[in-house]
């Protein structure tokens, strides 16, 4: 098994929010040529950018920003049930998951698509800096790039990790409009971001749909698309639950799981975890590529200088499918 190690010393940045602290990020925003939006309510976002529209019904727009819901109306696979926000939750219960495309800009070339999925503990999600940063630099790259707002709690990471699968789904299904191989596609996520990507490939890629949690749930054309992804990328995240990066080298061989590219600081307190993580995936037969950054925190988001390293990675893992 090819492994690969780089240690980059960086400068020890300070963070307001890291991606397993309890503060409440604001709502996404979203960007158009450079200057952020100010901070803007999910419904406000969705009406600049494409309104109504859900991934099943939308006309793309390949060299334009666009923002879509990803579930229609009443028809979203769940086993929680929430009516009613008590104060503890993020989103209120009318909440619908949805995701930011960021086009690759005109006479770049187009390499292939990544689907992020920005932290929070499952508590909110940290779309700054994990999300559009992100998303704005793998674009530039050469990444059709979308940002993915899943569920959170109180829904499970299994109703969560559906939503990613509908975006894989939705992106696969437009890969000639977007310019990319239908099967370069890769996933990836910041902390529980990452457990979600990992959720997802563990146990909802491929045509497994909405059905397998809720069997209320009722199939669309999109389910007859497959939800594999031919990279993940684990930055300071692990695979299996939230604080828990598993060691059972069975279960992930199990998921026949793609290349995965590991980052993680090592003033990062789940430092240890993402180690004996990448060990037993390693042991699983999956392909790994390891970023060391020392005297880097959880919660760096783009910073580090990681991704630049990331983008040869994913180049040459698509170059190999």
Not at 71 to 84: D, S
């Amino acid at each position: 098994m090819k492994k690969f190690s780089i240690l980059l010393t960086a400068v020890i940045i300070t963070l307001s929010l890291t991606a397993c602290s309890g503060t409440r990020e604001p709502a996404a925003s979203v960007s158009d040529g450079g200057q952020e939006d100010s901070y803007r309510s999910e419904s406000d976002i969705l009406t600049a950018y494409g309104g109504a529209n859900t991934v099943a019904t939308a006309s793309v727009t390949p060299h334009k920003q666009q923002v879509l819901y990803l579930w229609e109306e009443n028809n979203a696979p769940a086993v929680t049930e929430y009516t009613v926000n008590s104060g503890g939750y993020s989103d209120d219960p009318d909440f619908r998951p949805y995701i930011t495309f960021f086009p690759v800009p005109d006479g770049t070339d187009i390499k292939g698509a990544a689907l992020i999925c920005p932290g929070g503990a499952f508590q909110y999600r940290s779309d700054q800096p994990e999300g559009v940063s992100v998303a704005e630099e793998l674009s530039r790259l050469g990444y059709q790039s979308f940002v993915v707002d899943y569920r959170l709690r109180p829904y499970t990471q299994q109703e969560g990790a559906l939503d990613l699968a509908r975006a894989v789904r939705f992106v696969r299904s437009h890969a000639g409009d977007y310019g990319i191989d239908e099967k370069d596609i890769a996933v990836m996520g910041f902390s529980a971001g990452g457990i979600l990507s990992g959720e997802m490939l563990l146990n909802f890629d491929g045509r497994i749909n909405g059905t397998a949690l809720d069997s209320d749930y009722v199939p669309d054309g999109l389910d007859g698309v497959s939800a594999d992804a031919a990279a993940c990328g684990m930055i300071y995240s692990f695979y299996d639950r939230l604080s828990v990066g598993t060691t059972d080298a069975e279960l992930l061989r199990s998921g026949s799981l793609p290349p995965t590219f590991y980052c993680y600081g090592t003033r990062d307190h789940f430092y240890n975890q993402f180690l004996a993580n990448t060990d037993a995936a390693e042991e699983a037969g999956v392909s790994v590529e390891r970023l060391q950054l020392n005297g880097m925190p959880h919660g760096f988001g783009a910073e580090g200088g990681w991704i630049p390293v990331f983008d040869e990675w994913l180049t040459k893992t698509f170059a190999e499918n």
